[in-house]
């Protein structure tokens, strides 16, 4: 077995290697409890994660999922005293359609994907700090409990939230490995050109990743705003950071093409390891954003196809 | 000044100037009391940071590359700057003057290593930046544990209080730094191969032009000039704080493409930027002036900079973006 058929198999053996590293430093790391715990506290991260993977795969980058969940914190506590449990799906079609816009905005003007999706962030942006007043909301609990009290608590000790990322993981796996959107998103990361040729609607396609992408972070916005019983612009801020670095440290490159979900359910519990371990060693909160900085820009060189980028710019 | 006029004539190369002057007319048609010399120093003063923040990631789109890293490299170089500017007696009268120069090349030290990072590991530069940029904010946290560092030397504030011709002082130093960011990209080799790798990086690489240096270079220079946009901003609120440099990212890349400057490389340049810097500053001035709230401005600038990108774009001669 050689250097590159191992690669694929670096992050869990990274993840192993770093669990076992903590449990060493604090054996309590390693009980059951606490693993659930911790597996509990990423979950938001990681919906937002699974959804940045599919852009991430085929090549592109979403820099908006931050800004959407943002708005959605904002959004969801707004619709609930409105519309109650049907915010939920609101939510994520309003998700899917700024994911959507960045997509079009991509293909069809051919943007650079990080300068529209950052553009379409900034807008989200915009649209949160406008429906919230600028100021932080927070749910009517009667009204919370009724349309999501299903989100939060714990089944057969497990919490829910963990349980709806599962289930999330699990359809995204299905999209990813099942379906014909699947296949056409990774022809269009493992190489565009001829995924073009071959006569597949590249565009439209992209457009769908784009669009799944602002769902999943949408979810992740609602989960969190549920969780934390309000919403406000700046609620999400500081997951855009070990989102990516998530899929990126799961081993989906920034050329896309391999990897995909399932690497990316390694790469969050990478993070959510590190995240514990720092906490561990003493480290302030602040340096874990330094910290995660360098890791990005490890993975990023370490998993790269440099065939696919001639020059880099 | 280098033009765009081999694809779409003068029309569009003047283009960003003229829109500055619609948006002019039709807020001083709008609201009378935009057109006067006070507010028209006010909308100087906060365009001030922004443009050496915008001239600096000029040079680098000019290069193709992209800067995303301003926002930790102001935050550090304001944080680093005021913190030794205290310690030294905390007035330009003393010692104080020299975390001047130390701002400076704290500046330029982020850039080296952010086009380090890029070039030497060999991974996008989008990437690599906004990678440094958040150990930049970090850094910036765990120097200032999250307070504020207030300078309030009347002679360092000065760049804010003292007027001449109707101008704070710092609109007139800005427009000198702004004179030097011109001069090194037209009268210096460094300028041109800039435009070079810009244009074409394997032709560059092909006349023997070491595209690594002037790609590390470019960064570096950049960075210098994020600190004199530290610095301006430090003066306007009398603050350095790891916000000092929050927003600065999307308003500097927006102004830049704004202006003309697109975003392949190889064209426009830092008069461009001044025009696209001004645009997005009537329009956010304007804004105020009409009443609408502040928090439109987003939205708005995420509008612009994709009708820019649009607009600068030949796209005939894209095969594909990602």
């Given amino acids: 077995m050689n250097l590159h058929n191992l690669k694929k198999h670096f992050p869990w053996m990274t993840l192993v290697l770093l669990a076992l590293f903590v449990g060493i430093l604090d054996p309590n790391f390693l009980r059951l409890e606490n693993l659930i715990d911790l597996a509990g506290d990423i979950s938001t991260l990681f919906i937002m994660a699974l959804g940045i993977t599919f852009v991430i795969y085929i090549g592109s980058i979403d820099l908006s999922a931050q800004s959407v969940a943002n708005m959605i914190t904002v959004l969801a506590t707004l619709l609930l005293v409105h519309i109650g449990a049907f915010a939920a799906p609101v939510c994520i079609a309003i998700g899917a359609l700024f994911g959507f816009v960045s997509g079009l905005v991509s293909t069809r003007f051919k943007v650079p994907s990080f300068i529209a999706t950052l553009a379409v962030g900034g807008i989200a942006l915009s649209v949160g700090q406008y429906a919230s007043g600028q100021k932080a909301l927070y749910m009517d609990a009667t009204l919370r409990e009724q349309a999501f009290g299903w989100m939060i608590g714990t089944t057969a000790g497990l919490p829910r939230e963990m349980i709806i990322a599962l289930v999330l993981l699990v359809v995204a796996l299905v999209i990813e490995r099942r379906t014909v959107l699947g296949r056409a998103l990774k022809a269009i990361g493992a190489g565009e050109p001829a995924a073009v040729a071959s006569g597949l609607q590249v565009n439209r396609y992209k457009m769908i990743a784009f669009a799944i992408s602002g769902a999943f972070a949408a979810m992740a916005g609602l989960l969190f705003s549920v969780k934390l019983s309000g919403g406000s612009p700046v609620m999400a801020n500081g997951f855009l950071l070990p989102a990516i670095v998530a899929v990126l440290v799961g081993g989906t490159p920034l050329t896309g093409g391999v990897g995909g979900v399932l690497n990316t359910f390694i790469g969050a519990l990478i993070v959510a390891v590190i995240r514990t371990s720092m906490l561990y060693l003493n480290v302030p909160a602040t340096a874990q954003q330094i910290f995660f900085g360098l890791v990005l820009v490890g993975a990023i060189a370490i998993t790269i196809d440099r065939t696919k980028v001639r020059t880099v710019k | ?322």
């Fill in chain 2, 1 to 322: 000044m280098p033009n765009l006029s081999f694809r779409g004539g003068d029309l569009q190369r003047w283009a960003p100037l003229l829109v500055l002057v619609a948006l002019v007319v039709f807020f001083s048609m709008v609201n009378p009391n935009f057109f006067s010399l006070k507010n028209f120093a006010r909308i100087g003063i906060s365009a001030t940071p922004p443009l050496m923040i915008a001239v600096g990631a000029t040079f680098i789109i000019i290069m193709g590359s992209i800067d995303l890293s301003m926002e930790g490299a102001v935050a550090v170089c304001a944080v680093v700057f005021a913190s030794i500017f205290m310690a030294l007696g905390g007035t330009l009268g003393g010692w104080g003057w020299l975390a001047l120069p130390a701002c400076l090349l704290v500046g330029a030290a982020c850039g080296l290593v952010t086009g380090a990072v890029h070039v030497g590991l060999r991974i996008p530069s989008f990437m690599a930046s906004l990678s440094m940029g958040f150990v930049g904010i970090g850094l910036s946290l765990m120097m200032t544990g999250g307070d504020r560092i207030r300078v309030e030397d009347p002679l360092f504030r000065s760049l804010l209080t003292q007027r001449f011709l109707g101008f704070p002082l710092m609109v007139h130093v800005a427009f000198v730094v702004l004179l030097f960011a011109w001069f090194i990209q037209s009268k210096t080799t460094l300028g041109r191969n800039f435009y070079a790798v810009g244009g074409g990086e394997d032709l560059a690489h092909a006349s023997g032009l070491n595209v690594r240096r002037v790609r590390i270079a470019g960064f570096a220079l950049a960075g210098v000039f994020y600190a004199f946009g530290a610095l301006f901003a430090v003066a306007q609120l009398g603050i350095a704080e790891t916000a000092t440099g929050y927003n600065f990212m999307f308003v500097s890349i927006t102004s830049i493409v704004v202006g003309g400057t697109a975003l392949w490389g190889g064209s426009g340049g830092v008069w461009n930027t001044l025009v696209g810097v001004l645009i997005v500053n009537v329009i956010n001035n304007g804004m105020i002036v009409m009443g609408l709230p502040r928090y439109v401005q987003d939205g708005v600038l995420g509008l612009l900079v994709i009708i820019a990108v649009v607009l600068s774009t030949d796209r005939k001669s894209l095969a594909f973006v990602k």
